[in-house]
């Protein structure tokens, strides 16, 4: 089985229930918002505003900054989305890479050591205030004191969680603890602050892939797997539709089309490339952008050889 998900943002109200309904009418499994504060929309607000208009499909943030939110706070967004939809709120969390963003709420950012810390810090008190459960944490990376999630109370019995990352510390606590790890296949932050080098060669994956396998090591079921596309074109000449973003990444034309963070190809061509990337890489979710949604609805309906 494998599942796309629709990673969107309201540019105005009308538009934004009309998408979620027809995301949902088209098959996808999930409405996602990024958290960036000041570039896209409230992810919970939004999200709630599209529960009202649907009924089957997930709602979540994709994904939310651990570094600029905290643990008490979240956890009462995802537990009133996951009233409001009866039971759809997914979580994602990652570790908040763009230094405006804390600079923003007062905070330095600081190293990729210390916001993985500070990534787990809250993933594990958000997941323990779902739960029900008193959370103090006092660390260099979170304060917390005596913090209970009273009311709402959730509907699922376990809000799913996603874990978006490239980090191999990360990736093999995710691989212990997700739901889902989202393979953003980042590299190092550009200095604009939002874009990244990439890591889509096979071997890079393969490296990935390894760092979750060893975290899920004595789990009864490993995580999903799923992978954030960042280009999706159906077209009949996938060699001249790969050409620019190949130089942009500075991989080959080969290379590019033999990652899942692509899919390029003609509808046939993409069908044959998630199937070789569930083989492959054991990649059975994807995470598309809106612009998407329209070339992929006739190909989500079809199963995969």
Known sequence: MVTFSLQASPSDAAGWVHLARRAEAAGYDALLIGDHPGVVSSPFVALAAAA??????GLGSYVSNAG????????????TLDLVSGGRARLGIGTGHTLAEWRAIGRERPDVAGRVRRAVAVIEATRSLLDGDEVTVESADLSVHGARLEKPSRVQRRIPLTVGTANSS???WAGAHADVVGLTGF???????????VRWRAAEIEAQLAEVATGAVGRAEPPELEALVQRVVVTDDAEAAAAQTARETGLSVDELLATPFVLIGTEDEIVAAIAAHRRRWGVTRYVVRADALDPLTPILPRPTP
């Open 52 to 57: 009202t208009a649907t009924s089957t499909i």
């Open 68 to 79: 600029v939110r905290e643990p008490m706070l979240l956890a009462a967004d995802v537990a």
């Open 170 to 172: 990360l990736l093999r």
């Open 187 to 197: 590299g190092r932050t550009l200095p604009d602050g939002h874009s990244h080098e």
